[in-house]
């Protein structure tokens, strides 16, 4: 075999190897997506080699590029051997046959049209969709879809079914800008204001959900303590767009870029900037220039960066900092504050490799049967452990935290940045792992046992009504240009 063909086989299994670690890390087959994290090449190479067996899988790869090299030349061998011999038959009639087959698989169906990766979906079921999908055809395909669009004539179209959803005083007016008034029943406290954006917090993994294995019995409690809404979505999977709708309430729609890599997309307004005389923080184990973080967060007039290059901790994996030493590294701050605060603590451990700090004694993994995981959602025992030490490190964080002057008039917002697929059908509707919910669904928490009245709301809300709803806590006014609704609002 020349170097060219071997070149050809190397490539054709480096892409199916990368499909198979795709599904294995969201469960779907590899798409333009996966650009997303060549733009950080260092932390995605990293996290790879901490969760994945790179070694063995590449010593698997040479190995198979051996043996196919050997057994194509042994064919192409004998197909000579043979050549020399005697002169190959040519039968006309099957050639044209397996033609026409040919042609016709390829072609895919009885219609006018040909089959086209998109009609996998029609199957309506997410694991057979991505099943169907060649790997190869579906990352080409989807490449064209990086490229962001706007279409405003389509958004004026619909424009008077948002302006009746969100009450605009001018419907007749294409713009979605609002200034809302200190509602009654507000706090008059000037409360601060702990938003824990929480990674992969899916809700049916939780005890709030009803899961059996009880993964996450004192955020129970606190959610028993507080307004607490079961029924929240992000608008999309992953970090980086949840932390987008979050702070300028659009949902990040783009289907496969951030639109935190979208320099169009970056330059918005955020609630957040109404929360005058208010110190701004943002807390975050790792580095915030992974998937441009950093590049969103300018927004914020005035606010404070505290990440794994000015905490004093230990760096745990590719993510940084523990999410315990995060949380008492944002403890130590409040409790040096003179005036109210508004801060985002952004976690990162629920997450491959799935490492637990060592030194976390009091923290005690425990282990469950193969078919007790499969049964409640959990594909491994180190993804079970990871979710039950997110419990520890908000239990750390809360109880830490009452010792201190600044919780009694602090309101912290817990919410999970996105979720994870997994099997639901134990706690939810078939529909929530057929079509997928699971990736979107996630909890809401607003607790201040001091300032909130306990309640268990069941509505569909989102993130993109995070920012919306503090703002009418804090009883001031604000101005919303986005979609976020504030959920506690009477009308």
Not at 26 to 49: C, K, Q, Y
Not at 92 to 99: E, H, L, S, T, V
Request: hydrophobic share 40%; with cysteine.
């Amino acid at each position: 075999m020349d170097l060219v063909s071997c070149c050809g086989y190397f490539h054709c299994f480096v892409f199916f190897i990368a499909d198979f670690i795709s599904f294995s890390y969201n469960e779907t087959r590899l798409d333009a997506g996966a650009i997303n994290f060549v733009e950080d090449p260092g932390i995605s190479l990293h996290m790879i080699w901490q969760t994945y067996p790179l070694v063995w899988i590449l010593a698997g790869l040479v190995c198979a590029l051996i043996s196919v090299q050997w057994a194509l030349s042994k064919t192409y061998g004998r197909i000579e051997d043979t050549i020399q011999n005697k002169t190959v038959e040519y039968r006309k009639g099957p050639f044209i046959i397996m033609a026409v087959v040919l042609a016709v698989f390829v072609y895919g169906r009885v219609h006018s049209k040909p089959l086209m990766w998109k009609d996998a979906f029609a199957l309506k079921d997410g694991f057979k969709a991505y099943l169907a999908l060649n790997p190869l055809q579906n990352f080409v395909a989807t490449m064209r879809l990086r490229k962001p669009v706007q279409n405003e004539s389509q958004a004026r179209q619909y424009f008077p079914l948002i302006a009746d959803f969100l009450q605009l005083s001018e419907p007749d007016v294409f713009n979605y800008k609002r200034t809302i008034a200190p509602r009654s029943g507000a706090l008059k406290s000037k409360p601060n204001v702990v938003l824990v954006i929480c990674e992969s917090f899916s809700m049916y993994k939780s005890t709030m959900s009803g899961n059996p294995l009880n993964t996450t019995p004192y955020f129970d409690s606190l959610c028993k303590q507080g307004i607490f809404f079961e029924r929240c979505f992000s608008p999309h999977f992953s970090t980086a767009r949840g932390l987008f709708a979050i702070i300028t309430g659009i949902p990040d729609v783009q289907l496969f870029k951030f639109s935190t890599r979208n320099p169009a997309a970056l330059n918005q307004n955020t609630i957040i900037n109404n929360f005058e005389k208010y110190s701004k923080h943002y807390f975050l184990g790792g580095d915030p220039k992974f998937n441009n973080f950093e590049g969103l967060l300018q927004n914020i007039k005035e606010l404070k960066l505290h990440t794994e290059e000015n905490i004093h901790a230990s760096r745990l994996n590719v993510w940084g900092i523990s999410d315990k030493d995060l949380f008492l590294a944002a403890n130590d701050v409040f409790k040096k504050e003179k005036k109210p605060f508004f801060a985002i603590v952004q976690t990162s451990n629920n997450h491959r490799p799935y490492t637990i700090q060592v030194s976390d004694t009091d923290f005690v993994s425990i282990t469950v049967s193969k078919d007790s995981l499969k049964k409640y959602g959990f594909e491994s025992m180190e993804e079970l452990n990871a979710f039950r030490y997110s419990d520890y490190c908000f239990k750390t964080f809360i109880e830490t935290a009452k010792k201190e002057d600044y919780f009694h008039n602090t309101i912290f917002v817990f919410i999970g940045d996105h979720g994870v697929a997994g099997n639901a059908d134990a706690v939810y509707p078939e529909a929530w792992t057929q079509q997928r919910l699971t990736d979107e669904h996630v909890p809401l928490l607003f607790y201040a046992p001091y300032l909130l009245e306990p309640q268990r709301r069941s509505e569909t809300v989102s993130q993109i009504d995070v920012l919306p709803t503090i703002a009418g806590l804090l009883a001031r006014p604000y101005v919303n240009t986005t979609l976020g609704r504030d959920l506690l609002h009477p009308a």
